[in-house]
């Protein structure tokens, strides 16, 4: 993030608005219907702070700007379309050390204005840091649509109730699931109709019926997918903005993992090759303890938990212990990658089967049905083979597959570092030598790698090549 996104006081406190136009206007009145008491700087004023001066509604000084007229001032607006003006304002205020916004000039801001939907006490904010206004008007728009005015009721309601809940429940998680119940359900909705008297008695009749006990706690299995995180499902996003705990692995994407509620507390279950920051079966005792702490728990991992995720494994411990548990598939790697490297994992021309395989060997040793693999008109998926490409290779083309079978290597696919490494069996070890290739990687084997240079259609971030060969 460029700026802090926060929610600043300035009710009945001194602000200094530099300007007498249209513009500054607008900013004027923001600053008066968050209460503030504004003094506008300008030799003359436009007809619509004019008004406002008359009025009584802001205090006008004749006068061109000078510093020492940010004394005493919490937050100034440079709203001129003097450019050298504008700068003397950001220089004495950033001097004085006072928040300074400078009209459609983010350079010389340390704060910017958003575009709000006021809906108070809810209040929203949107922001591009002052790099595209209009886009932030626009999505704000779109927002004051989906938005009612009945969810500032609801939050008035809300704020009658918090001290009463506060009362009820000790722990601060379970405060928070008593009102997640509240805006989810037959309040929320009694208030969106109006029946704000209804709404009332439901939530003391909801509040009543509370013990107070701590929740019990759960655990969700949720698969993050490949990378990309519109590839997230409904639900897989529900859960992890409901969260307290999430336990993730290292394959899960930062972007992916950005969309988990931020208070949540995040724990890093490592599972990098040959070094898990907390072993499999100290995993699984955690999200028993977690559970039992009355905690709602995300288990977050890349792609899907029952996909080479160990996931079976997890909630056999979970059911021993009696925990409550969901499972949320996640789009796996073989299904992700493929489809934005534009390599069907099936085609009728091609291959009528498909098999995925981890590619993971311990201490080099080769454990796998090479037989049933090589197999004619058949898609190999192998997971997690970067470090044993060349075995892997070797022992299919050993087995039946010709050398010059097709192979492509997908490194962070979905995602905008995705690259697409194309070669054969016999050629695919050196080209993963020749280049710097990091997890997470997928390998896929078969006449469908031969579609890649017509199908491919998903074009990765700048600085990245999509293809090598």
Same mark, same amino acid.
């Given at each position: 993030? @460029?700026?802090?996104?926060?929610?600043l006081?300035?009710?009945?406190?001194p602000?200094?608005?530099?300007?007498?136009?249209?513009?500054a206007?607008?900013?004027?009145?923001?600053?008066?219907?968050?209460?503030?008491?504004?003094?506008?700087?300008?030799?003359?004023?436009?007809?619509?702070?004019?008004?406002?001066?008359?009025?009584?509604?802001?205090?006008?000084?004749?006068?061109?700007?000078?510093?020492?007229?940010?004394r005493?001032?919490?937050?100034?607006?440079?709203?001129?379309?003097?450019?050298?003006?504008?700068?003397?304002?950001?220089?004495?205020?950033?001097?004085?050390r006072?928040?300074?916004?400078?009209?459609?000039?983010?350079?010389?801001c340390?704060?910017?204005?958003?575009?709000?939907?006021? !809906?108070?006490?809810?209040?929203?904010?949107?922001?591009?840091?002052?790099?595209?206004?209009?886009?932030?008007?626009?999505?704000?728009?779109?927002?004051?649509?989906?938005?009612?005015?009945?969810?500032?009721?609801?939050?008035?309601?809300m704020?009658?109730?918090?001290?009463k809940?506060?009362q009820?429940?000790?722990?601060?998680?379970?405060r928070?699931?008593?009102?997640?119940?509240?805006?989810?359900?037959?309040?929320?909705?009694?208030?969106?109709?109006?029946? @704000?008297?209804?709404a009332?008695?439901?939530?003391?009749?909801?509040l009543?019926q509370e013990?107070?006990?701590?929740?019990?706690?759960?655990?969700?299995?949720?698969?993050?997918g490949?990378?990309?995180?519109?590839?997230?499902?409904?639900?897989?996003?529900?859960?992890?903005?409901?969260?307290?705990?999430?336990?993730y692995?290292?394959?899960?994407?930062?972007?992916?993992?950005d969309?988990?509620r931020?208070?949540?507390?995040?724990? &890093?279950?490592?599972?990098?090759?040959?070094?898990?920051?907390?072993?499999?079966?100290?995993?699984?005792?955690?999200?028993?303890?977690?559970?039992? @702490?009355?905690?709602?728990?995300?288990?977050?991992?890349?792609?899907?938990?029952?996909?080479?995720?160990?996931?079976?494994?997890?909630?056999?411990?979970?059911m021993?212990?009696?925990?409550?548990?969901?499972?949320?598939?996640?789009?796996?790697?073989?299904?992700?990658?493929?489809s934005?490297?534009?390599?069907?994992?099936?085609?009728?021309?091609?291959?009528?089967?498909?098999?995925?395989?981890?590619?993971?060997?311990q201490?080099?040793?080769?454990?796998?049905?090479?037989?049933?693999?090589?197999?004619? !008109?058949?898609?190999?998926?192998?997971?997690?083979?970067?470090?044993g490409?060349?075995?892997?290779?070797?022992?299919?083309?050993?087995?039946?597959?010709?050398?010059?079978?097709?192979?492509?290597?997908?490194?962070?696919?979905?995602?905008?570092?995705?690259?697409? &490494?194309?070669?054969?069996?016999?050629?695919?070890?050196?080209?993963?030598?020749?280049?710097?290739?990091?997890?997470?990687t997928?390998?896929?084997v078969?006449e469908?790698?031969?579609l890649?240079?017509?199908?491919?259609?998903?074009?990765?971030?700048?600085?990245?090549?999509?293809?090598?060969?």
């Open positions: 993030m @460029e700026f802090l996104p926060i929610f006081t300035v009710r009945n406190e602000c200094l608005v530099i300007g007498g136009g249209d513009v206007a607008r900013k004027a009145g923001i600053l008066l219907q968050a209460g503030a008491r504004v003094r506008v700087v300008a030799p003359e004023l436009g007809s619509n702070l004019a008004a406002m001066a008359a009025q009584g509604k802001v205090d006008h000084q004749a006068a061109v700007f000078e510093p020492g007229q940010i005493d001032a919490v937050v100034v607006i440079a709203a001129t379309d003097d450019e050298e003006v504008n700068r003397a304002v950001a220089a004495a205020a950033r001097r004085q006072v928040p300074v916004n400078v009209v459609d000039r983010p350079e010389l340390t704060f910017v204005m958003p575009s709000i939907i006021d !809906r108070s006490p809810l209040v929203l904010a949107v922001s591009t840091g002052g790099a595209a206004p209009v886009l932030a008007r626009q999505l704000r728009a779109r927002l004051e649509t989906l938005i009612p005015a009945s969810y500032g009721r609801l939050a008035v309601l704020k009658e109730f918090r001290e809940v506060r009820r429940f000790r722990r601060v998680a379970d928070r699931i008593f009102w997640e119940k509240v805006v989810e359900g037959v309040v929320a909705e009694q208030v969106y109709a109006g029946q @704000e008297q209804a009332r008695a439901s939530l003391q009749k909801m009543d013990s107070g006990e701590p929740a019990r706690g759960e655990v969700y299995l949720v698969g993050g490949p990378g990309d995180p519109d590839l997230l499902t409904f639900r897989a996003l529900r859960l992890m903005q409901s969260a307290d705990v999430v336990v692995d290292r394959l899960v994407a930062p972007a992916v993992l969309l988990v931020r208070d949540a507390q995040r724990i &890093y279950a490592g599972k990098e090759r040959d070094n898990h920051a907390i072993p499999q079966e100290g995993i699984n005792q955690l999200l028993v303890r977690l559970a039992k @702490e009355g905690k709602r728990v995300v288990r977050l991992k890349g792609g899907d938990p029952f996909i080479f995720g160990r996931g079976g494994e997890e909630i056999e411990t979970l021993a212990e009696g925990v409550t548990f969901q499972v949320v598939p996640g789009i796996t790697a073989a299904a992700g990658c493929a934005y490297a534009g390599i069907p994992l099936t085609h009728r021309d091609y291959s009528q089967a498909v098999v995925f395989v981890t590619g993971h060997l201490d080099g040793s080769v454990n796998l049905n090479w037989k049933a693999l090589a197999q004619p !008109r058949q898609t190999i998926v192998f997971y997690m083979g970067l470090h490409i060349a075995i892997l290779c070797r022992e299919l083309v050993a087995h039946g597959l010709a050398a010059d079978t097709p192979a492509a290597l997908v490194e962070q696919g979905t995602t905008p570092r995705q690259r697409v &490494y194309v070669g054969t069996l016999g050629t695919l070890p050196d080209i993963v030598r020749n280049n710097d290739i990091h997890a997470p997928l390998i896929i078969g469908v790698v031969r890649h240079e017509k199908l491919a259609w998903f074009v990765p971030g700048a600085g990245a090549a999509d293809t090598v060969r």
